[in-house]
């Protein structure tokens, strides 16, 4: 077999174009089919306990943390998640995400003016998660929760975005 020069580069060139196509193919299809493992995955959307609910008196906005149910050994305390709980009354409770619905920056509660600020951009909402004033589009993201055996219990593993209940 006589190969030139030419002939030889060409092969390796493709050989080369074809090894970074398989390299950058992996990525894509583990995004793609992320939703048929993520499915087999234990731990997605869990009930995680937020503490009794004495924890958290009538008329009242606490902070919160919970543990992310779907843990990597590397996550650290970023698998701490922060939310804002309202105890309406009785077993009626609102629990928000801290994250602004502008650009996601942690919004603070004021207990003197019933409000939640955000210190990025100056929005501001009110205690049941509205919108009050500023740059926000829409109202605070709320987690789904339930009262069991006198412990609030917040569904974990969701995203504080418009594709999960508002």
């Known amino acids: 077999m006589n190969l030139s020069r030419r002939s030889f580069l060409v092969n390796v060139g493709i ?8 390299v950058l193919a992996v990525p894509i299809v583990r995004y ?22 004495e924890q958290f008196p009538a008329g009242e906005t606490r902070f919160a943390t919970y543990r992310n149910p779907v843990v990597n050994p590397w996550d650290g305390e ?38 939640f600020m955000c210190p990025c951009h100056g929005g501001a909402y009110y205690e049941d998660g509205s919108r009050a004033s500023g740059p ?7 987690y789904e929760y339930q009262v069991r055996d006198g412990q609030l219990w917040v569904l974990g593993g969701q995203l504080p975005t418009l594709s999960g209940p508002v």
């Open 136 to 142: 926000p589009p829409r109202a605070l993201f709320q």
């Open 78 to 115: 970023t698998a701490t998640i922060a939310c804002w709980v309202r105890h309406v009354a009785g077993d009626t409770f609102q629990v928000f995400a801290v994250n602004c619905a502008h650009l996601g920056c942690p919004v603070r509660w004021f207990a003197q003016s019933r409000l």
């Open 15 to 22: 050989g080369l174009n074809a090894l970074v196509g398989a």
């Open 32 to 53: 793609v089919l992320s939703p048929v493992s993520r499915g087999r995955r234990p731990g997605y959307d869990s009930w995680v306990s937020l503490g009794p609910v």
